[in-house]
């Protein structure tokens, strides 16, 4: 099954590290303004062991969406906020990961609907993927194997294999398993947290561009 990225006030809290690795915590500036995202819809497709795949549209759910100076996302109080002078896509990709931060863990959950009411860990994926204008149908821990580039990228990398899949994006790590979060969120889920120490058993692929 699958388990699976403006100026400011200030904000203090647990954070990612640099973009190409380290993680800790500290204080930030940031800044948090409120924004609807598109319209919603479901059109339930196949579903597979690893996960899934579904169809559909950006879920209308207003949602702060917060920013931090700089090039690396941090995590205040479980709530991730984007980097400033990251592209638009993966300042989306990451406030879709605040929407999505506090809801269960179900496995097929975010296949075959996109504002689904739990998620597993490939869904998690696809939902941030797919509202960063970069997936358009959901997939699988198994399906992510072949999507995309190769290799880790400059801002957002998938890592997967056929049981699991988890996104790193500007130094922070969205992911329904726990490991190697010394502090995680209670709650199933997808929760934000810091980097992985190794990715060994997965492979990296990237969106091309990012």
Known sequence: MALAI??????????????????GAGASSATATSSP???SSSSPSASSTSGGAGVGAQPALPFPRPTVPGFTAKIVHGLAYAPTN????????????????????????????????????SGSVSYLLHAAGLLKVSEDSG????????????????????G??????????????????????PGSGPRWRPLMTSTAGYVARHPVGL
């Not at 699991?164 to 969120?185: K, N, V, Y």
Request: with cysteine.
């Open 143 to 162: 399906e992510f194997m072949s999507w995309g580039r190769g290799g880790a990228g400059a801002w957002m990398t998938i890592y997967t294999n056929p």
């Open 164 to 185: 699991h899949a988890f996104i790193e994006i500007a130094g922070i790590r969205l992911d329904t398993s726990a490991e190697g979060d010394p502090h995680p969120a």
């Open 37 to 39: 995202a598109g319209a």
């Open 86 to 121: 990251a592209p638009l896509a993966v300042q989306e990709a990451i406030w879709a990961g605040d929407r999505i931060r506090l809801k269960p863990y179900r496995v097929g959950g975010g296949h075959g609907i996109w504002n689904d009411s739990a998620y597993d860990c």
């Open 6 to 23: 403006a100026p400011a006030a200030s904000a203090n809290g647990t954070g990612g590290g640099a973009a190409t690795g380290a993680n």
